[in-house]
């Protein structure tokens, strides 16, 4: 069973920075683009980031543009997501994903697997 576990959510306050990690099985992690999504409660899963399989292209949220940055490891087979400046909009579950694709896309649906979900929460 292919696995994408996620790490480094908490509680933190309003200016505050957090990094989320995620490790997966090579079948789920080498030559495949990978992104992070959130979901806030009431709200659709949306697109943070995504990275394509070689840590090359990068595309961002426009509400996160600036602020975080993604990056991975393919020799670890591990997604990091570098969160600086959090606001409490940002606050949300935050789940990384496996792309059908090698290269990044947006939509959920456009992604195979997909992990528990780590919380992050931001107090203001």
């Known amino acids: 069973q292919v696995q994408l576990v996620e790490s480094g959510g908490g509680l933190v306050r309003a200016g505050d920075s957090l990094r989320l990690s995620c490790t997966a099985d090579?079948?789920?992690?080498?030559?495949?683009?990978m992104g992070w999504f959130r979901q806030a409660p009431g709200v659709d899963r949306e697109f943070v980031a995504g990275?394509?399989?070689?840590?090359?292209?990068?595309k961002y949220a426009d509400s996160v543009k600036g602020r975080f940055t993604i990056s991975r490891d393919n020799r670890k087979k591990t997604m990091y997501l570098q969160m600086n400046n959090l606001k409490p909009e940002d606050s949300a579950v935050y789940y990384c994903?496996?792309?059908?694709?090698?290269?990044?896309?947006?939509?959920?649906?456009?992604?195979?697997?997909w992990g528990q979900g780590t919380q992050v929460t931001v107090s203001s």
């Open positions: 090579a079948r789920a992690f080498t030559s495949f683009a």
């Open positions: 990275i394509d399989w070689d840590g090359g292209p990068t």
């Open positions: 994903a496996t792309a059908y694709a090698a290269v990044v896309t947006t939509t959920p649906d456009s992604y195979r697997y």
